[in-house]
């Protein structure tokens, strides 16, 4: 079973509730490494003084901040870990809110909450309490560094945090160069547009939603080490129809087709 990769304490009013945090994804991504292509040979990164020329051990590297052209601050690890203050093992959640009425863009990683020692009371209150409600408690949680704004619900009978991006984060579509839309569409396009729309509703199973681009990698890789070569395809380009209704007409006509066959 996995370790828990934080243990504190959940704050609301006078409760508190002891957690373990437990990250709630893994990354399935395929890493590739530099190597040297004449000899095949790895390549080596490593730690060099810019100042002495030479390598440097990782016991004499420290953290610096640059104030100034060249000139760093240090801080010690015990340093930066006191600037989390009080909240270093505590997360208070200062206020709930609707879970619904939360927009997705401001999520950003997930991880899962178990009962800390002698905690399970207490985590099946707030638990309880917030699926009741149907609320989200929002905090703040200092963890490798850095303070995230987090958000605490019930899901699946447990608790799950998300850690989120703070408003001035995220980037304001107003200061983005995309282009308005030339012209509201006709009643017609509008009416045919949401009957494709609803004819390829369907009910969310992530399981169904695999990550092929990686398994073509992996085929890839596996293809070149038996000796194979790859063949690389001409890149498709996709274009904007001139023609809505009709893009729309055989998109609807494309799609009918489909659901008969299955039947």
């Known amino acids: 079973m996995p370790r828990s990769i934080w243990n504190g304490t959940i704050t609301f009013g006078l409760i508190a509730v002891p957690v373990k945090v437990h990250s709630a994804t893994e990354s399935h991504t395929i890493h590739f490494h530099q190597v040297h292509e004449p000899d095949g040979a ?28 060249g000139e760093f601050v240090m801080l010690t690890k015990e340093e930066i870990d006191a600037a989390a203050g009080d909240r270093a ?7 709930f809110v609707d879970r619904e009425r939360v ?7 997930t991880y899962y909450l178990g009962a800390g020692e002698d905690g399970e009371d207490a ?25 995230y704004l987090v958000a605490v619900r019930s899901a699946d009978d447990v608790l799950v945090l998300h850690t989120m991006r703070f408003a001035d984060e995220l980037v304001g579509v107003d200061k983005l160069d995309i282009a308005a839309p030339s012209r509201k569409p006709s009643d017609r396009e509008l009416g045919m547009a949401e009957k494709l729309v609803e004819s390829l509703q369907k009910r969310f199973r992530p399981a169904s939603f695999k990550d092929s681009y990686r398994d073509r990698v992996a085929e890839l890789i596996k293809l070149k080490a038996e000796g194979g070569e790859v063949e690389l395809p001409e890149p498709e380009e996709v274009e904007a129809p001139d023609d809505l209704i009709a893009a729309l007409e055989a998109s609807l006509g494309k799609n009918n087709g489909r659901r008969k066959a299955r039947r």
């Not at 093992?89 to 206020?95: A, D, G, M, N």
């Not at 009741?132 to 200092?142: D, N, T």
Request: proline fraction near 3%.
């Open 42 to 69: 790895r390549i080596k990164q490593k730690r060099v003084c810019s100042k002495e020329g030479k390598e440097v051990p990782y016991k004499e590297v420290a953290m610096g901040y640059e104030v100034r052209g």
């Open 89 to 95: 093992r505590t997360i208070e959640l200062e206020q």
């Open 103 to 109: 927009d997705p863009v401001y999520y950003n990683r």
């Open 123 to 147: 985590y099946r209150l707030l638990l309880d309490a917030l699926e009741r409600a149907g609320r989200a408690g929002l905090g703040r949680w200092v963890f490798h560094n850095r303070e």
